[in-house]
């Protein structure tokens, strides 16, 4: 499989999940309320209007690229392009999953846990499955998305973070 593919594919996955930290803020996508622990749901750091940014920039691009480009998982353009809404739509959920299951296990809004490395491409990847060709899930194609997000994470991480757009460098 060409590499190209694979990363045309993962555009509006890693937009998704990058968009927040310029389009978020306003209220919190929990509304502020507390689960049966006592401790909120998801907490401030997940805002409705980053999930929405979220969503839509990895949507527009993934449009984009529906255009520029036909992936061989899809059928066609539109159904690129709707394919590009779902893995935004699965991102942004995987995003947010990772913040219960850490405000679960008592860890505070920006402290590191390790699956936020990863947990948001899972996500993408599953809610996609109705959407594509299987030939997308082969081996090597997870491999090399598992491993380019955990390289890529940290790095463009710290990146935000140095260039003041992200509170700490993880
Ligand atoms: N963000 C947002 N809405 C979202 C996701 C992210 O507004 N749905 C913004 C918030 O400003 C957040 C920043 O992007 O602080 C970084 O996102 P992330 O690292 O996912 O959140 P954390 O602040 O680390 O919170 P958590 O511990 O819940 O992951
Ligand atoms: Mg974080």
Do not use: C
């Not at 209220?27 to 980053?50: E, M, P, S, V, Y």
């Not at 463009?156 to 757009?165: S, W």
């Amino acid at each position: 499989m060409d590499i190209l593919v694979l990363l045309l594919f993962l555009i509006p996955i890693y937009i998704a999940n990058s968009a927040p930290v310029i389009l978020g803020g306003g209220k919190a996508l929990d509304l502020g309320t507390n689960f049966l622990d006592g401790r909120r749901i998801l907490g401030n750091g997940k805002t409705i209007r980053g999930f929405i940014g979220g969503v839509l920039a990895g949507t527009v691009f993934g449009g984009f690229v529906a255009l520029a480009y036909q992936l061989p998982f899809f059928t066609g353009p539109f159904e690129q392009f709707i394919a590009a809404f779902i893995v935004s739509l699965g991102t942004m959920t995987g995003d947010s999953l990772g913040s219960f299951l850490k405000r679960r296990l008592n860890i505070e809004s920006g402290k590191p846990f390790w699956p936020d490395t990863i947990l948001f491409l899972i996500v993408a990847l599953l809610f996609a499955f109705p959407f594509v060709n299987s030939a997308l899930y082969q081996p090597f194609n997870v491999i090399f998305f598992l491993m380019l997000t955990i390289v890529m994470h940290p790095l463009t991480n710290a990146l935000a973070n140095k260039f003041g757009l992200k509170k700490v460098p993880w």
